[in-house]
T-cell receptor, first 116, second 112 residues
Framework: AQTVTQSQPEMSVQEAETVTLSCTYD???????LFWYKQPPSRQMILVIR??????QNATENRFSVNFQKAAKSFSLKISDSQLGDTAMYFC?????????????FGKGTKLTVNP | NAGVMQNPRHLVRRRGQEARLRCSPM?????VYWYRQLPEEGLKFMVY????????ESGMPKERFSAEFPKEGPSILRIQQVVRGDSAAYFC??????????FGPGTRLTVL
């Protein structure tokens, strides 16, 4: 069974600065996806960024980028130029590709606060 | 294109009552997933359905919980004889085939 670990329950950053959220996972699969989801106070789950395991190039979406280290099973999220609207819970998630059930396995989350 | 819709957004039940949670997937999506989020926790997978079929129910409690996704209409997550421990946020996600899942706003169930 796959597990996802987020070792930072809470983090804070000053507006306009950069912050990195950590995520490690455990799997014996070779073909999978990794995701970062954002959950603001509204509780809506919003996809931030996605990484395919077969791609060596790190995914980037505007101010959000990942550092994917497949051998180390590490998948950190970097937020540049932090904005007040980035304040939210951030969840790292794993999805096995194929096998009939592509369910998401989530970490426990990191609560990020962006301070003005 | 409307997103994933869930209703009700908030549901209050007394212990022993039944709770029915509805999920309408995005147009064209035939895969539905249900997740539960307990307070201060991440989301936990419950069940994966395609039209008229349960594909994976490995995360569903063995008793009192059931799910369906009929040919017509929304997917339903049904909890019979609710207990206080069922209080949580229940999220539905839909997918057109595989990989990316789009989440609904969730239903917050409170059991008194």
């Amino acid at each position: 069974a796959q597990t996802v670990t987020q070792s930072q329950p809470e983090m804070s950053v000053q507006e306009a600065e950069t912050v990195t959220l950590s995520c490690t996972y455990d799997t014996s699969e070779n073909n999978y996806y990794l995701f970062w989801y954002k959950q603001p106070p509204s509780r809506q789950m919003i996809l931030v960024i996605r990484q395919e395991a077969y791609k060596q190039q790190n995914a980037t979406e505007n101010r959000f980028s990942v550092n994917f280290q497949k051998a180390a099973k590490s998948f950190s999220l970097k937020i540049s130029d932090s904005q007040l609207g980035d304040t939210a819970m951030y969840f790292c998630a794993f999805m096995k590709h194929g096998g009939g059930s592509e369910k998401l396995v989530f970490g426990k989350g990191t609560k990020l606060t962006v301070n003005p | 294109n409307a997103g994933v819709m869930q209703n009700p957004r908030h549901l209050v039940r007394r212990r022993g009552q039944e709770a029915r949670l509805r999920c309408s997937p995005m147009k064209g999506h035939s895969h539905v997933y249900w997740y539960r989020q307990l307070p201060e926790e991440g989301l936990k997978f419950m069940v994966y359905l395609q039209k008229e079929n349960i594909i994976d129910e490995s995360g569903m409690p063995k008793e009192r919980f059931s799910a369906e996704f009929p040919k017509e209409g929304p997917s339903i997550l049904r909890i019979q004889q609710v207990v206080r421990g069922d209080s949580a946020a229940y999220f539905c996600a839909s997918s057109p085939a595989y990989n990316e899942q789009f989440f609904g706003p969730g239903t917050r169930l409170t059991v008194l």
